[in-house]
RNA sequence: CGGGGCGUGGCGCAGUUUGGUAGCGCGGGUGCUUUGGGAGCACUAGGUCGCAGGUUCGAAUCCUGUCGCCCCGACCA
């Protein structure tokens, strides 16, 4: 392809509307055009990427017996009513965007393709015979993203591949998931991409296990904890570590566990309690009071207690109050903090926040307007393993001190709630310490077991005759996402740095003069030449000076540059690596066997770069 | 939704405080000179100052409303 026709449009300075290198680089190169808040166009070079992209991954799955499909991306309401999601999916807070034909039906633009693929999996899978399959397609989702950012890192509008696999019974489920585990690892090495596999929470799709794999970039939105040996590596929701001990409370037990008295004026903090009184922040119980919304509406206050040197891991509660309350009362919506105002507003006496103890009485709660007149009491290990603990009195300006579980108030269920951090030690090995490092989600595998089967009446018939709902496993991939986390992972100060794998082209070709026939020439036949060799290859015929089209070279990310110079009249041409800015000085007739072997090496990807 | 910020030629911005009829750089076009790291000179085209009301002799500028976008948070297979 000649540049010159390429309708190729680059800025010089960076966008308003970027934030992220990997956003401003796509745009000032000319690969994305914003069309709306996170709705993108793909230009026709970002199109070779996501396309190249696509390949790799329709290779690693056929490879897999996967069966490539298309679903549609309109799909009824009533679809997403039998599995129970459009209530939760369309409301308020809901991601799917939905609108009403002329007839008055509801329909769903598609986030995600549970209930379709379910439904005709249960109408075309009747027999253990025919499984396993999986399904997978590579199309467009919508999704109405409250904050969309990024350019195509969360947009409202992407590609995404997604595979939902069906199976006869729980064993095979896990021997695909291991095997999309390995083609993803291999899709994203092949790629050219340095990406980590990690535990993660299975969030509001439901299931068992789950992994997520992450392109480590400062920019990513996650963080990962992981230990040095490589043993161990978790999204940080979903961490688990060892929490530090705790210092044994001096005097221990006092006043038979219900603790004693002490008056700690505007001592409402952690920090300002034991900087009074001689306290570790391990000696302390915090107490927590949080309020969780429902889909029926129902608002059920929450009580949480963790040791004062720990932290609350947010989705860690709310996988626990969902395993709760969430089968009679439908999907957990939210769960803020209790706040003074909100409390008043249901007509009760102030909290006294700053000073609760877990023995916090529900009789607090006796005439609240729509609240449930009682907390969910929920508390972290390293809280309910203490045997002598300062907490709040329950009353302003006042603690106690050798408080006990049993005494004081009723030992409350026993989980793990602590947000795991940096530094701490790891389960697996204690000698082993959590790092972090940032992650940007390209890939996620789930377990899904018969969720949607069941919902959807999804069955087939086993060896023994009889009817069992399908075990099922879904496996996403962001393309598009992937495309910029790949700019994420790989750029510099002049621009993009693709791996060979991806890159829209693997060579340019710049002629620096294209006024000088020799030039123009060599270039030509170097151009042609190396297209008949099966190279994907720019030419940089534009009439613009040497500087300009260097810069725009590096702006581009193209692997390889050949520049057709001084050297033409007599056959030398300077081959460059732009990922390492090496030069090379080389005779015209040696490009090829120079350039070939190491092209193809580095369409592999990662493994044999 | 809460907090912060921004809407002025295609892009990046100044001008708004203190009202007087719009400017700079880049980019586009033409010509000449240049020609290995975003060239120089000259000429040139291109703007309902997001939109709608209002105040005023006069509004990019002041007031009210509204729309859009970006950032932080909540949210998020």
Redesign the pocket.
């Known amino acids: 392809m000649r540049v010159s026709r390429l309708m190729l449009v ?10 992220i290198p990997s956003h401003k680089l796509l745009l ?1 190169a000319g690969y994305i055009r ?1 069309v ?3 709705i993108y166009a793909y230009l026709p070079l970002l199109w070779r990427v996501l396309q190249k992209i696509s390949a790799i991954v329709r290779e690693e799955l056929n490879a897999t017996g996967a069966l490539e499909t298309l679903l549609p991306q309109l799909q009824p309401a009533e679809l997403w009513q039998r599995s129970g999601r459009w209530a939760g999916y369309t409301a308020g ?1 809901g ?1 799917m965007f939905h609108l009403e034909d002329r007839q008055g039906r509801e329909l769903g633009l598609g986030p ?3 209930e379709v693929i379910t439904a005709l999996a249960g109408d075309l899978l009747r027999s253990y015979r025919q499984l396993p399959v999986n399904l997978y397609q590579i199309q467009t989702k919508f ?1 109405d ?6 350019g195509l890192m ?1 947009g409202r509008e992407f590609i995404m591949k ?1 595979a939902y696999s069906f199976h006869a019974d729980e064993a095979c489920l896990r021997q695909t998931y291991a095997a999309m585990d390995q083609a993803y690892r291999r899709i994203f090495s092949r790629c050219g991409l340095r990406a980590v596999a990690v535990e993660a929470d299975s ?3 439901g299931g068992s296990a789950s992994q997520e794999f992450m392109v480590t970039a400062d920019a990513g ?1 996650d963080l990962i904890l992981a230990s040095a040996d490589g043993l161990y590596a978790a999204n940080q929701e979903r961490a688990v570590s060892l929490p530090g001990e705790a210092q044994p409370l001096t005097g221990g037990v006092r006043g038979d566990g219900l603790g004693e008295p002490l008056a700690t004026p505007g001592q409402s903090s952690i920090d300002d309690l034991c900087a009074a009184h001689g306290f570790e922040p391990s000696h302390t119980v915090k107490v927590l009071a949080l309020l969780a919304r429902f889909e029926d509406g129902s608002q059920h206050p929450l009580l949480v207690s963790l040791r004062g040197d720990q932290q609350l891991n ?1 989705v860690k509660l709310a996988n626990a109050v969902t395993a709760r309350l969430a089968p009679e009362h439908g999907t957990l919506l ?2 803020v903090p209790l706040a003074a105002d909100a409390v008043s507003r249901e007509g009760l006496d102030p909290l006294p926040f700053g000073f609760m103890g877990p023995h916090l009485s529900d009789a607090l709660l006796a005439g609240a307007r729509s609240w449930q007149p009682r907390f969910l009491r929920l508390a972290d290990a390293t809280a309910t393993e203490l045997e002598a603990f300062v907490c709040g009195a329950n009353s302003v300006d006042a603690h106690l001190v050798g408080a006990a579980w049993g005494a004081l108030c009723p030992l409350p269920d026993s989980l793990d709630l602590r947000a795991a951090q940096p530094g701490d030690r790891c389960v697996h090995d204690p000698a082993q310490v959590l790092q972090a490092s940032r992650g940007i ?1 390209v890939g ?1 595998i ?1 377990q899904l077991g018969r969720k949607y089967s069941e919902a959807l009446e999804a069955t087939f018939t086993n060896e023994a005759g009889q009817e069992e709902p399908l075990w099922m496993g ?1 496996y ?1 991939i962001g393309v598009s996402r992937l495309a910029q986390a790949a700019v994420e992972q790989h750029h510099d100060g ?1 621009g993009i740095c693709w791996p060979t794998a991806i890159a829209p082209y693997e060579v340019i070709v710049v002629i ?2 294209v ?1 000088d026939e020799p030039q123009r020439e060599l270039g030509e036949q170097l151009y042609a030449e190396l297209e008949a060799a099966g190279v994907e290859v720019l030419l940089d015929d534009r009439s613009e ?4 089209k ?3 070279a ?2 581009l990310g193209i692997p390889w540059r050949v ?5 033409a009249a007599q056959g030398q041409v ?1 081959l ?1 690596q732009r990922s390492v800015g090496e ?1 090379l000085e080389l005779p015209a007739s040696g490009l090829q066997s120079q350039l070939l072997p190491q092209l193809q090496r580095e369409r592999a990807g990662l493994a044999t770069a």
């Open positions: 680059t800025l010089r300075d960076d966008p308003a509307e970027a934030e000032r914003r709306g808040s996170g807070e991601i995600t393709h549970e999704r993203e409250i904050r969309p950012r990024f969360r997604d969030g509001a799709i939105e947010e939210e769960i989600e996620h789930f879904c996403g002049n620096a003069n006024a000076r040497a500087g300009v260097f810069k725009d590096d702006l520049v057709v110079g001084r050297g300077e460059v030069r």
